[in-house]
Each structure stands twice: as C-alpha cells, then as structure tokens.
C-alpha cells in the first residue's frame, strides 16, 4: 500500500498513523545499529554496559514525550494504562509481546532460508543469539536486582524471566549434586513440528551459544553442559535439557 501524497502534511489520517508505525520501526533498526557497530568498534561487553547507559536515559525522553502527546500519565516512568490493565490483560500483553518476537525471529530465519539455504539461516540464527543471549541477560540481571556474581541460585531466578519463559514450559531444579538442570518440557517451535510431523529443527548449535552466554553474564564462573537438545534423542516429556555448574575454585572465569 502506498501513499500518493507529496509531503508529510498530504498524507491523510490514516497514512499518517501508517508512517507513525513505520518510524517506531526505524527507531528499533537505528537502535539496534548503533548497539552492532559499537559492539563491533568497542567490543560487546563494552557495548552491552553503554545499552543500558543508553536505554534508561532514552527510555525516560520518550516516555514523558508520548506520555504528554498521547495523554497518559506515568508513575514511576511506567504508563498508567499498563497499571489499569487487569492482572489478566497485563499477562496477556506480556505473552503477547513474547510470541511476536519468536514469530519475527522465525520469519527471519525462514528468509533467508528460502533465498539461500538452511546452513546460512543457522549460521545467522547463531551469530544472533551469541549477541542477544547475553543482551537478555543482563536486562534480566538488572531487573531483578541480582548484582554481579549471584551464583547458580540467580541463575535460577534469571532463567524464569527470559522471554521463552512466557511461552514455553520449562522446569528449573537444583539436583541433589547441587548442579541446576533445566528442561524444556514444551517448546512452541518443536511442538508445532511436531504437530505438523516434522522432525525436531536441530538447534543445539544455537542452545550452546544461547545458554553458555546467558549463564556466564549472570554469573562468568557458571559452567554450562548440553544434557540433549535436537538433533539428539530425547524423552517425550522435554525437547532439551542443559545442567549449570560452578567453575572450582582457582579456574580462569574472567569476564
């Protein structure tokens, strides 16, 4: 669909709304940009610490800007229609955001799938997550208050609030060992594989990057081990299952 106006003041109400959503997305893009070339310019870890910088100075502008443009009040930088929304409706929209980032997550690997080929869509389906996986879990270390080396005890509180924790089912236990085991009892990708039957998408390349990095920005002394995530033989009550450990006392865990 396209706009036949000239200038911004043409557009009519309804391309206006439509150009209002274009911009939240190039706003997202630009964002994320400058996080990959300060990664790449300053080094990840730097990079990470100076989102967050970023984050709660941008965040509190453009917060009080919509706020004062759209009508709504905040309390304590939080949008009040957020707080008014029932305990039920709140829930919803958090699931509801979790599941639109999976889908966008799968739309692109299926683009490149489809115009190159499954090697280069995993390739850069890893390359991601050695770059999100650590993101998240710093946003999670944060939030929750956890401080710097909280141990495999933060861990366990840390993994209950990643995004896959809103739509997949997972349990995290501490063994009699004391290591923490977590399985995935149902993941949304591999049970709709399955309904579809399919064989399981081989993501243990992925799970790799995606937990060591996540573990070892909670707490760098934590030891990440893959118990089985396809293409590996599963039971039918998880699709993967990974074991967290402390590094003994002395190894190198530098950050």
Same mark, same amino acid.
Request: glycine content about 8%; hydrophobic content about 40%.
């Given at each position: 669909?396209?706009?036949?106006?000239?200038?911004?003041?043409?557009?009519?109400?309804?391309?206006?709304?439509?150009?209002?959503?274009?911009?939240?997305? &190039?706003?997202?893009?630009?964002? *994320?940009? /400058?996080?990959?070339?300060? !990664?790449?310019?300053? =080094?990840?870890?730097?990079? &990470?610490?100076? @989102?967050?910088?970023?984050?709660?100075?941008?965040?509190?502008?453009?917060?009080?800007?919509?706020?004062?443009?759209?009508? +709504?009040?905040?309390?304590?930088?939080?949008?009040?229609?957020?707080?008014?929304?029932?305990?039920?409706?709140?829930?919803?929209?958090?699931?509801?955001?979790?599941?639109? /980032? @999976?889908?966008?997550?799968?739309?692109?690997?299926?683009?490149?799938? $489809?115009?190159?080929?499954?090697?280069?869509?995993?390739?850069?389906?890893?390359?991601?997550?050695?770059? +999100?996986?650590?993101?998240?879990?710093?946003?999670?270390?944060? +939030?929750? =208050?956890?401080?710097?080396?909280?141990? #495999?005890?933060?861990?366990?509180?840390?993994?209950?609030?990643?995004?896959?924790?809103?739509?997949? %089912?997972? !349990?995290?236990? $501490?063994?009699?060992? *004391?290591? #923490?085991?977590?399985?995935?009892?149902?993941?949304?990708?591999?049970?709709?594989?399955? &309904?579809?039957?399919?064989?399981?998408?081989?993501?243990?390349?992925?799970? #790799? %990057?995606?937990?060591? %990095? $996540?573990?070892?920005?909670?707490?760098?002394?934590?030891? %990440?081990?893959?118990?089985?995530?396809?293409?590996?033989?599963?039971?039918?009550? /998880? +699709?993967?299952?990974?074991? $967290?450990?402390?590094?003994?006392?002395?190894?190198?865990? *530098? &950050?």
């Amino acid at each position: 669909m396209k706009a036949a106006a000239e200038t911004l003041d043409q557009l009519d109400k309804k391309d206006t709304a439509r150009f209002v959503v274009d911009l939240i997305h &190039r706003l997202i893009m630009h964002h *994320g940009l /400058w996080f990959a070339e300060a !990664s790449h310019q300053v =080094g990840h870890d730097k990079a &990470r610490t100076l @989102l967050f910088e970023v984050l709660t100075r941008s965040c509190g502008i453009q917060m009080k800007r919509l706020a004062a443009t759209l009508g +709504f009040e905040l309390e304590d930088g939080i949008p009040l229609p957020l707080l008014e929304l029932d305990e039920g409706a709140l829930h919803e929209l958090r699931d509801g955001i979790a599941k639109n /980032w @999976l889908v966008n997550d799968g739309i692109w690997f299926q683009a490149l799938e $489809f115009s190159r080929d499954m090697h280069v869509a995993k390739r850069v389906n890893d390359a991601c997550w050695a770059k +999100f996986s650590p993101v998240e879990a710093e946003s999670v270390r944060r +939030f929750l =208050g956890l401080g710097e080396r909280p141990g #495999l005890a933060g861990l366990k509180r840390a993994l209950e609030f990643r995004l896959y924790s809103c739509i997949n %089912t997972q !349990s995290v236990v $501490f063994e009699d060992d *004391g290591s #923490l085991v977590l399985r995935m009892q149902d993941c949304r990708v591999q049970s709709a594989r399955k &309904r579809k039957g399919l064989d399981d998408y081989p993501c243990k390349s992925g799970g #790799l %990057t995606e937990y060591t %990095t $996540f573990a070892e920005t909670i707490d760098p002394r934590i030891r %990440t081990e893959c118990i089985g995530c396809p293409p590996d033989a599963h039971p039918e009550d /998880w +699709f993967c299952a990974w074991r $967290f450990t402390m590094a003994a006392e002395g190894a190198d865990v *530098g &950050r």
